[in-house]
């Protein structure tokens, strides 16, 4: 995929540390909500916002502003600055990462454009790559907006595509990386190999998106039994409705038994259909899978600990990885 092999372990060094700061991203942006700190900064500053308060003078200005929120006032009236403090880190750190991560791509993009390392056609994918960035930041200050006027706390629903269009981003760093370091070209969408692991993909991206939801309504505070919710498979007096609590808490359960189902019939196909050396990829994906599904429960009975659901967001970024890998092992080991 290069012409110029001298550039190849700077190549890999920085698709590594994209790779490894968007993780980041989600971590820091998902401890943001568990922290309900995503509103302490009021405005979107693209330039002066990378500087944070110096003096008190400056905290003080942050805070006001911050008590003209809804939040502010319904629910934390009684907040300090040195507690204000917190949620604002937060949040301006989730916010630092984000500009460091388009500088990170853009600025060795160019010096390996000029230098000629990369294909036309490779320039241009990494080159949506980065617009996807740029569109990132746009939708994560339109998420935020949303919780500045008359509510308390962001739309669940633009939360949950700030969310997906991180993975978006992630899965497609990941899979450029995989594709350089296998000297392949290989493409999710325009092949119909593999459609089961694709499927898979699809699933487990779905499974984000509730999760983007369960979070964003707090739903994983409601029902917090397992495997039964509170004594029903189908919670009583249900209501069908993406913004109700229970309905998603029940979509994201049911979702994730599908997607375990689904991960154990992958065991059957791999044999029938598959190398041998694929099944280490997936023992991989398997291991994580399980690891997800019992941090999902743990959320529940634990009441909802926030060091388990960050741990819970974290391990979906390792399955995203893995299943990747699994399904681009898929592709090169077997075509």
Do not use: C
Not at 33 to 55: A, C, H, M
Not at 131 to 145: D, N, R, S
Request: charged share 10%; glycine share 4%; aromatic share 18%.
């Amino acid at each position: 995929m290069t012409e110029n092999n001298k550039f190849n372990n700077h190549i890999i060094f920085w698709l590594i540390s994209l790779i490894t700061l968007t993780s980041l991203i989600i971590i820091v942006g998902g401890l943001t909500r568990l922290t309900d700190s995503g509103l302490s900064i009021t405005e979107w500053d693209v330039f002066s916002g990378i500087i944070p308060p110096l003096n008190e003078t400056k905290w003080n200005e942050y805070f006001n502003l911050y008590k003209n929120t809804s939040q502010y006032n319904l629910l934390n009236a009684s907040m300090t600055l040195p507690e204000f403090k917190i949620i604002f880190w937060w949040e301006f750190i989730h916010r630092i990462l984000a500009r460091s991560l388009g500088l990170l791509f853009l600025i060795p993009l160019i010096y390996f454009y000029f230098k000629k390392v990369f294909s036309k056609k490779i320039i241009f994918n990494l080159s949506i790559i980065f617009l996807l960035i740029i569109l990132q930041g746009t939708i994560g200050w339109y998420m935020v907006k949303s919780g500045l006027i008359d509510n308390v706390t962001v739309s669940h629903f633009r939360l949950s595509l700030h969310l997906s269009l991180a993975f978006i981003i992630l899965s497609s760093i990941f899979w450029f990386f995989l594709n350089y370091i296998s000297n392949t070209d290989t493409s999710i969408f325009f092949t119909k190999k593999l459609l089961i692991l694709k499927v898979l993909f699809f699933l487990i991206f779905l499974q984000i998106a509730l999760g983007a939801l369960v979070s964003g309504l707090d739903a994983g505070r409601l029902y917090q039994t397992w495997p039964l919710m509170n004594g029903n498979y189908i919670p009583e007096n249900l209501i069908v409705n993406l913004s109700e609590p229970g309905f998603v808490q029940f979509m994201h359960r049911n979702l994730a038994y599908l997607i375990f189902i689904f991960s154990l019939y992958l065991y059957f196909y791999i044999n029938k259909f598959m190398p041998e050396k694929i099944f280490k990829f997936f023992y991989i994906y398997f291991s994580v899978i399980l690891i997800q599904i019992a941090l999902g429960i743990l959320v529940l009975i634990s009441g909802f600990n926030i060091y388990i659901a960050s741990a819970h967001q974290i391990s979906s970024i390792l399955l995203v990885l893995s299943i990747l890998k699994l399904l681009h092992s898929g592709l090169i080991y077997r075509y």
